[in-house]
């Protein structure tokens, strides 16, 4: 019995005895150590980086064309969805299907089963709120919001650009940048990006296990920083012109640039084929982008910028403007015209026209003779010791015009186009182993001259200015202040005199009221242009035009290409003149809706 | 004259005492599970979660109880054997039809999101046949025959369990020695058990020569006190106490620890010096020589002991990396951040995040925002122990051993040898189940999973726990009846 009462009470003991040790130890963990909750304020605490809205973009008139818009992903942890959920009414309120619905859970449970996997993508704020009311039923899906872009205009795609994920070089250089940020990429968008970002903000979040957010810390007294959305920007188009520019432009292919010659603001600009900036946000991006990379009329070639193209006899007006500042001509020297120019060897055909007395006339009729003639003297000018020297002379007055190099400063990929110069034709064909007759075809904006659309339609805001220019630009306020890029507000002065660009102006102006585009002519709007055909050794000559209006205190220089649309005439010069049109009056008048209809439903798609 | 005989009516003669502890630990478990599982989204908190269900599982277990209660005790007597052949043979049922989750089978459906786990039930049945068995008047432990049969009854259901995977359960049947022992088995037994299992963990835990070194410390203390009872002289024990002081000082200097486990010629030098020391204690030691003898075997044998567990686990010749894993994760050696030693982790912070009275009810952000896992089920006690704080926790504790120790001052107070066993089986294996719950939770035992008795979510657990515990109420009220 002693034995036993001694095993009872050892028994005892040992409960007490671990009942003790237990007390101890929760004593300590629980009041002595201070560190645990330390640990399970830094568990349920997460910093939070508040992304901010970008920046809207407003167009000249103050139409919102770019802003933000919420959508919603439908989001799931395997692990917390009860082993039956109505997935009729879940699909219902998704809009999914009940195969992409497995085929995506399981893909989730897969990646984690206690990890948030996207179900569904890209609900739109009604389909959400939809959702929202019976989220309560489907234990395990969270709705997580983001901004994507959107553009009501749904155009302007080569001007506005698109957002993307940082890459991860940009993340190495540039602390700012964290994974999974968004970044301009391209257009508007990337050259303000800085402007458009805004500020993140930060604040501290309770968390879950799973990181899920659960409410603010300490009501959010905390917080440190606020996040401020990202300024807006007033960009220089008008959007109205850019759509009837697009519209214009179906079917076709080419461009369109519409500057105000006074500030160098840049109200259309078209590249056509086109496509909505819309398609290129979000989860569709990547997809949206592989089909237009592949589409053979190459939609995302920013052909205004990028495409180099010869100028035809839109370039006959600076041939003109040079040759009478250099007195190689004089205004009222004509030049036989009989079906083209010979010299040795060489011939330079031209159209019936009536005979050429005058600068003017030269324009108006755009003889290719007259200016094979002009050209030479200009090359042959007594005033330089050699052709060369001429030569020289001749490609710095071009250049003064903005071709030869970049002419804009915010898009990307931007192509200098090419003047040539002696030095070419040496490296050619040897020094001194050619001569002014060599290099004829560039008289008439043929041959080795290649210009991009922006700057046809510069140099002719440059000759509305009668004699000089600001350099193109997209965007005219940041924040409601003046865009004050030093670049953008320096005038380039072109060393022709005033007088010498009324008399060239005049020559246009007789272009569209008896020349080559009286097609062109508006009632009541002096037009001023002039008709171009480029040389297209692949195909079909290109249609181009390029003009000012009116007249006195131009408000409109436009160039447009319409690649194998033939004579400038045809296609060029009746959608620029409806530009024209449209821009200054607001409408198009009833006698020339007819052309606006022909335009509209011309397709030149698949000529060669 | 019956009724003044058996002591009055079934609810005078109930120990009310055990089922107000019972029905307290149950309600709050309810509470707790309440807790983990409440979030403002459900709308249908009674029937969606292990909330609602634990209601329909404390409803039954309640009628469990009553039925126990009004069942002739002779029932439990009479088929002991049977039942636990009904138990083992759902063990074997669950093998062969079970439904395997997380790599163990050992769950029986029964439609409705209701499971079974025959496991918690054969506890109940192995209780019973043993107390059973080894409540006959021959019954001895020291007839090899009986103690075989003894353990046999325990091993068949152990093995089972093992086979199903769940090494938890099966642990659990390690509590019979402490049952065993109250009725005579060698308290060897309960000491090799113990200390073999407290040095394999010390000897991984810690560096095996600072345990060896601590052991050394405490046999020269022993020995120390020993020779001062003796009356030796005091220049003796001075130079001993200087010996001990440098053995011991490692213990206590920082770079030292560092450099012990690391150097070899330390711990040579200990050695050395160790021997030195016995030889000089036996030396002037006078009578007790061979008390001194063997404490120095002991520590000895325990030294080797602790360094033959670190040989065995780190050479390739024994164990397979994985398995080697798998005992260091179990003993939180290494960060597994997914699975054991992330929960530990979790559930410290939880606990001890709690203070002296805690979050607040439904306020524990680590228990809701589901930091801890498993916290309905093996981690229940942090969500208390956040919510309540170190005066919730400790209340429950408390209540815990005061359960414990009324149900072994009932198993005392029987007259037939059958309920004594009976109730010190049902003690055992409640206590075993506490102890290595709540010792997970607070990071002192290593994580096996078994619930905590009438607090973790889970049917079969609750029922078999009151029809463990009500059983034995209900043979303590009949203990003046039962004269066998």
Known sequence: MIANNLRKLVIRYIFIF????????????????????QLATNNVVATKIIIPPRGYIYDRTGKLIVTNESIYDIMVIPRQVPEEIDTVKFCRLTGIDKATLIQNIDKAKKYSRS???????????????????????????????????????????????????????????????????????????????????????????????????????????????????????????????QNYGEQLMQNKVGSIVAIEPETGEILAFVSSPSYDPNLMVGSSRGESFRTLLNDSLRPLFNRPIMGAYPPGST???????IALQEKAVSRYE???????????????????????????????????????????????????????????????????????????????????????????????????????????????????????????????????NRGNYYTPHFVKTIAGRKNDRDEFNIRHTIPIDSSIFEIVVEGMYQVVENGTARIAKIKGIDVCGKTGTAENPHGKDHSVFAAFAPKKKPKIAISVYVENGGFGATWAAPIASLMIEKYLTDSIADNRKWLEQRILEGNLIGLK | MIEKQTGGKLIERIDWLTIILYAVLVLTGWLTIFSTTYDESYSNILFDTHFGKQAIWIFLSVIAAVMVLIIDSKFFTTFAFPIYGLGILLLLIVLIFGA???????????????????????????????????????????????????????????????????MGSALVFSAFALMLYREGLSGFVLLIGGGGALFFVLGLLFDQVMVVHVLVCFLFVGIWLILQREGVRNTYLWIGSIIVLIIAAPLFIKEIQVNLAESGIITFFLVALSLAAVFFFLFVSGKNRKTIGILTVTTVVISFYILGVNYLMYSDKFLKPHQRDRIEVALGLKEDKKRAGYNVNQSLIAIGSGGVTGKGFLNGTQTRYNFVPEQSTDFIFCTLGEEFGFAGASIVVVLFILLFIRIVQLAERQRSRFSRIYGYGVASIMFFHFAINIGMTIGITPVIGIPLPFFSYGGSSLLAFTLLLFAFLKFDSERLLILQ
């Open chain 2, 100 to 166: 395997t989750t997380s790599g163990s089978t050992s769950w029986l459906s029964l439609g409705g999101g209701f499971k079974l786990q025959p496991s918690e039930f054969a506890k109940l049945v192995t209780v019973l046949a043993v107390a059973k068995f080894a409540s006959n008047r021959q019954f001895s432990f020291s007839s090899m025959t009986q103690l075989s049969v003894v353990i046999l009854l325990v091993l068949i259901p152990f093995v089972l369990t093992i086979m199903q995977g769940d």
């Open chain 1, 115 to 241: 990890k948030l996997s996207v179900i569904v993508r890209q609900l739109s704020v009604k389909d959400y709120a939809r959702f929202q009311e019976y989220q309560y039923q489907f234990p395990g899906f969270y709705a997580q919001v983001r901004n994507v872009r959107t553009y009501p205009y749904q155009s302007a795609a080569h001007v506005l650009g698109d957002i993307g994920e940082v890459d991860k070089k940009r993340i190495e250089n540039n602390s700012y940048y964290k994974m999974g940020d968004y970044i301009g990429i391209t257009g508007i968008e990337k050259a303000y990006e800085e402007d458009l970002r805004g500020a993140k903000g930060k604040k501290y979040v309770i968390v879950d296990a799973h990181n899920l957010e659960k409410g603010s810390f300490k009501e959010g007294t905390l917080d440190t920083t606020v996040a401020r959305q990202g300024d807006s920007l007033t960009a220089t188009l008008n959007i109205m012109l």
């Open chain 1, 334 to 464: 004509g030049y036989p015209c009989s079906g083209g120019y010979y010299t040795r060897g060489l011939h330079v055909g031209c159209h019936e026209h009536a005979p050429v007395g005058n600068v003017e006339m030269a324009i108006a009729k755009s003889c290719n003779a007259y200016y094979c003639n002009t050209f030479r003297k200009i090359l042959e000018n007594r005033k330089y010791k050699s052709v060369e020297e001429g030569f020289e002379n001749w490609r710095a007055y071009t250049e003064s015009f903005g071709f030869g190099q970049k002419v804009t400063l915010e898009l990307e990929n931007e192509m200098p186009g090419f003047i040539p110069g002696p030095d070419y034709y040496n490296k050619l064909y040897g020094k001194g182993r050619w001569k002014a007759p060599t290099v004829l075809s560039l008289a008439i904006g043929q041959g080795e001259i290649l210009v991009t659309p922006v700057q046809l339609a510069n140099a002719y805001a440059a000759i509305a």
């Open chain 1, 18 to 37: 671990v009942g003790i040790i237990y007390l101890l130890r929760l004593f300590y963990i629980q009041i002595v150590d201070h560190s645990y909750r």
């Open chain 1, 315 to 321: 370039f006959k007006v600076f041939q003109s403007l």
